[in-house]
């Protein structure tokens, strides 16, 4: 049949599966946008702002495993969406961008809004294509949709001149391409892996975001019950491993716990399974985990090596290969070992102030409410580091973070994303103030679609992390990162049309919390908190993860 190219995007679209989009029109993009039109069974979410789009797109991928999908049109629409893509790039996110672009003769004249997108994203995607003939348009985008989430996924941009969404061409259906994954490791991996898993008196097991995107959670959970080991996560794997568990230590790295951080240095043998051992982790490469032999498992041939060197790289689909090693290795037993993480556990719990209102313990009261069954987003700095320590989660795709990037104003976008994807699930976004008034419009997008999230600003009225650092290693001079200023959160809410409640005692947190979540309304609480509140455990930047200190050793120095 004979199809334009805008709705030979919307049929593709529908091959591929694709129920919900994220974006925000422009003259380039208007036919697609026309087509969209006519195929309601395509629900189409209008944010506040292109990059509210492509993180609503990551935290929709991130937590129903799907391929996250955003549009925007060309010049700002598309370079607005560089930051979530980049965001979806460092934490292996599968995501599909869709911009137009200016007709194909005007290109490469600064036309009107043209910026070549393809080339401004290319080091922050898996791939990118620009289409200038029609003919290609299908192929194109079924390609992109299984670069996105094949192998170690991420996102693929798809940019179209305006003139290739209006030509037409014959369409021919086509059926959906199955991921399909050629694993590297061979029966000799497997086998020197279990020789050392064997020899190995005590063995850490490392879990980061490969666990999750491998849908490996089982997987693993069966590795730790018969290799009879410990195990920690990185702020990727959080849910991969149920943090209920006796044998789960907490997070690894600059503010893991100590239990993890000093157990991986006293380790004999440590199993890194789908992380990359990235510089928040390991501290001091020279001096991490140098009594241990290392087995990496990843499916990324590019990860083996790259930052720390292992004896064993076994290179493949996660779920695959731990089942070729759970089918060969014998139960095993390390009863001494396993007491003396528990003795860790014990002696350098997590704690902070219980007398005041702090972020804790908010995240610990919203971790009671909701059973521990919500999916939690954060922005980044402090209130991400309680989030990720203080909330227990038990499943995977129920933490969604930006980890690699470190993108200010990621939650509130991903939030939507993930309660739209995940209608029936509570979604709470946990934000700083300094990182919720970098996309707090995007309220106004949960408002109009009447989105049910609840907002948590975590309002210390500083940049905390930053104000942190300042404190321990920079003299406490607070250069520009104090925010004390006149903006009332709750009226900005109101005024987006969301509810608005305000925490200033620990005995407000919990109703705060159970009327937003019984509202079924976007709710924003805006909860104050002192200034000078700080995350440990922490390692300081280049020093190994086994000089770990907490609050009560910075008290016993000064």
Not at 179 to 202: F, G, P, R, W
Not at 374 to 392: C, E, L, N, S
Request: proline letters at 4%.
């Amino acid at each position: 049949m004979q199809l334009t190219g805008s709705e030979i995007v919307v049929e593709c679209l529908k091959e591929q599966g694709v129920d919900t989009v994220f974006g925000y029109p422009g003259g380039t993009i208007l036919n697609i946008y026309d087509a969209l039109y006519k195929h309601p069974e395509i629900n189409h979410v209008l944010t506040s702002h292109e990059q509210g789009a492509s993180h609503a797109a990551d935290g929709y991928a991130r937590s129903t495993g799907k391929v996250g999908v955003c549009m925007a049109t060309s010049g700002p629409g598309a370079t607005n969406l560089v930051t979530g893509i980049a965001t979806a790039y460092m934490d292996s996110i599968p995501m599909v961008a869709i911009t137009a672009n200016v007709t194909l003769p005007a290109l490469g004249k600064d036309s009107f809004q043209e910026v070549d997108i393809v080339g401004v994203t290319m080091p922050v995607t898996k791939h990118g294509f620009i289409v200038k003939d029609v003919k290609q348009l299908a192929k194109t985008i079924r390609r992109a949709f299984y670069i996105a989430k094949s192998g170690r996924p991420g996102p693929v941009i798809v940019d179209i001149t305006k003139d290739v969404t209006a030509n037409s061409c014959e369409y021919k259906p086509a059926e959906l391409k199955e991921v399909t994954y050629d694993n590297e490791y061979t029966v000799k991996d497997i086998d020197k892996t279990i020789e050392l898993m064997q020899a190995s008196k005590k063995p850490f097991i490392y879990v980061g975001g490969g666990a999750i995107s491998a849908d490996a959670s089982k997987e693993v959970a069966d590795l730790a019950r018969l290799l009879d080991a410990p195990v920690c996560d990185t702020l990727m794997g959080k849910g991969a491993y149920d943090g209920r568990d006796d044998r789960y230590t907490g997070m690894i790295g600059m503010h893991g716990t100590k239990a993890s951080d000093l157990g991986v240095t006293e380790c004999d043998l440590l199993i890194a399974l789908g992380a990359r051992f990235s510089d928040r982790v390991i501290g001091n490469a020279k001096k991490f985990c140098k009594n241990a032999k290392i087995v990496h498992f990843d499916i990324d041939a590019a990860e083996i090596d790259k930052n720390i060197k292992t004896h064993v790289s076994v290179i493949g689909n996660l779920k695959d290969s731990l089942r070729d090693v759970l089918s060969k290795l014998e139960p095993q037993s390390h009863p001494e070992w396993m007491a003396h993480i528990m003795d860790l556990k014990n002696t350098y719990p997590l704690d902070y102030d219980r007398k005041k209102l702090t972020c804790p313990y908010v995240i610990e009261t919203i971790d009671k409410v909701t059973n521990g069954q919500a999916i939690i987003t954060t922005d980044v700095g402090q209130h991400q580091m309680w989030a990720a320590q203080y909330y227990k989660y038990s499943k995977p795709r129920t933490f969604l973070s930006s980890g690699g990037l470190g993108t200010m104003g990621y939650g509130l976008g991903a939030c939507i994303g993930a309660q739209v994807g995940n209608p029936d699930k509570v979604c709470i976004n946990i934000a700083g103030d300094g990182c919720f008034r970098m996309n707090m419009n995007e309220l106004a997008t949960a408002s109009r679609y009447n989105i049910p999230i609840v907002q948590v600003v975590i309002n210390n009225r500083v940049l905390g992390m930053v104000r942190q650092w300042q404190t321990l290693f920079y003299g406490k001079r607070y250069s520009q990162t104090i925010l004390e200023d006149n903006v009332d959160f709750c009226k900005v809410a109101q005024g987006l049309g969301c509810e608005a409640i305000l925490v200033t005692k620990q005995e407000e947190v919990e109703p705060a919390i159970r009327k937003a979540i019984e509202m079924k309304a976007p709710v924003l609480i805006n909860v104050m908190i002192e200034k000078d509140d700080s995350v440990f455990p922490m390692v300081p930047a280049g020093a190994p993860i086994s000089e770990v200190f907490d609050k009560k050793d910075l008290d016993n120095k000064q």
